[in-house]
């Protein structure tokens, strides 16, 4: 479990949290939506120690990562897979490499036990036998995949996707939400999704926390976000008309 | 003020640079795959410019020796003694400091747009230690021996512009260049290498691993990279001249 106490994150004279808490629930899909700007990959950034916060508590299962030193940071960093919005894989390697370049730097393991952990990671993620390839030779879905690959390496005990979707035709999208959901259930891991994508919303948001002008707006789960009256998170999630009487129908139901 | 806050930054950047890498045996990988790309692929650009500049310090000074006094073996000491103490060392660092800067620049650069950099940070890893200390070791260790080299062929080229164009003979040529030979000289020169190395290498990493933006900035801090570390490579010049010749 992950939770955020009053952290606050300035950026000159702006102040882009405020005194955000939130809870992130463990073997469950935590998402953090919001509209551009609103600070919640600035969020998704101070858990992860890419910002520090100026006050405030991150606790990792009770471990306070804001007070923790390099050494100690590293420790829980390799308890973290990352899922980034570009996929960020490394463009000198092959997929094995990528995928097996976390267990190179930190463990111990036989060249024999790295290559069955990177076989069977790629097997996860529906790759096989894409180990030889480069991620410029890879589709946008399969470069997703392989950072999940990635991700998943090292057995994590947190889960970060940044925007998994963006740039993805549906039904890759629903293939990454699906694949996302999956893996946090199957190791019970912590996972947060930063999200724009109302589908991932409606599909795989156990736990949703709605960050709306540097604060936690709201918080519920994804049955919930239909039948709230808060009107901020009714002009985000159904902006549209379509939407709106979809929410409607929904409801009678 | 911004300059000093950069300074400053950059001061920082390689104290962390310096820092103990994870694992000495992907270091050791890393640096040698640098070695590879910074040093074993400059080889050709480092050998054409070499041989030609040789040959125009022969040729210019060859042409322009019409006083009787002086003797034939000055082409060969002048060809000698610039070579070893300028051309080779600073010229052939600034054109280094073009290839091999911008190729780090860039290389850090998109890595760093592309949060290349942020995953090797999330994972745990020392980013600036496993990126750039490779970098900046492999330089240090591989430009003297490019330099070495490039001496070499800068005396070929200079016997070979002044054999082609009948300006003076082999025997006097190389009586020139043996003549007042002093060991110190390329300790001076392979020493400057060294710093000119570590500017080229740090001032482009730097520059690439602060990047922010999108493709547009890495070719930003690309240029800014070459610009820098050339304007770096003439101020150290002068002060090492003044701290070894003077």
Redesign the interface.
Known sequence: MIEVINVNKTFGDNQILKDVSATFEKGKVNLIIGQSGSGKSVLAKCIVGLHEVDSGQILYDERDFTKMDRLQRKEIRQEIGMLFQGSALFDSMTVEQNIKFPLTMFTKMSKKEMQERVDFCLERVNLTGKNGLYPAECSGGMQKRIAIARAISMNPKYLFCDEPNSGLDPQTSILIDNLIREITYEYDITTIVITHDMNSVIEIGDNVTFINQGQNWWQGDRKSIITTDNPEINDFVFASDFMKEIKETLKKI | MGIIQNIGKYFMMMYIVFSKP??WK?FRRRFFEEMELIGVKSIPIVALMSAFMGAVIALQTASNMDNPLLPAYTVGYITRSSTILEFSPTIISLILAGKVGSNIASEVG?MRV???I??L?????NSLSYLVLPKVTSAMIFFPVLIIFSIGLSLIGGWLSLKLSGLSSTETYIYGIRFFYRDSDIVYALTKTVVFAFLITSIASFKGYYTKGGSLDVGKSSTEAVVSASVAILIANFFLTQMFLL
């Open positions: 994870e694992k992907i998109t592309t949060e290349q942020d995953a940070e999330i994972m745990g890893v």
